[in-house]
């Protein structure tokens, strides 16, 4: 059975942190593309950040990042525990929202890393972050 137990949200004031974490089984973890995305009450998923399952010619992982987290957020992975982190700092209550990781096999080596939620095969059950002013 595919799973992915996503953790870690909870109560934070503005301008603090916490890190998320999800830990993926059932499934071959550093064969797929990692995504967090969100949902914030009312609106439509919103993707956040993105991993790749290995870095090219044996370089360092690219991540990317939606706008409104750059330099706030860093995702990254460890394969070894089939986990995948989202370390966000500087929090602000439009943060607020529930935290869902997603799971995309890789099947190319240029597989683009998909920020369309359609794409992913496999979704955590999402952990709440509440960030208050």
């Known amino acids: 059975e595919v799973q992915l137990q996503a953790s870690g949200g909870g109560l934070v004031q503005a301008g603090g942190s916490l890190r998320l974490s999800c830990v993926g089984s059932?499934?071959?973890?550093?064969?797929?593309?990692m995504s967090w995305f969100r949902q914030a009450p009312g609106k439509g998923p919103e993707w956040v950040s993105g991993?790749?399952?290995?870095?090219?010619?044996?370089?360092?992982?690219?991540?990317y990042y939606a706008d409104s987290v750059k330099g706030r957020f860093t995702i990254s992975r460890d394969n070894a525990k089939n986990t995948l982190f989202l370390q966000m700092n500087s929090l602000k209550p439009e943060d607020t929202a529930a935290y869902y990781c997603?799971?995309?096999?890789?099947?190319?080596?240029?597989?683009?890393?998909?920020?369309?939620?359609?794409?992913?095969?496999?979704w955590g059950q999402g952990t709440l972050v509440t960030v208050s002013s």
């Open positions: 997603a799971a995309r096999r890789r099947t190319a080596v240029f597989q683009i890393l998909s920020q369309k939620k359609d794409d992913y095969d496999y």
């Open positions: 059932g499934f071959i973890f550093g064969s797929y593309d």
């Open positions: 991993i790749h399952t290995v870095g090219i010619n044996a370089g360092r992982r690219q991540t």
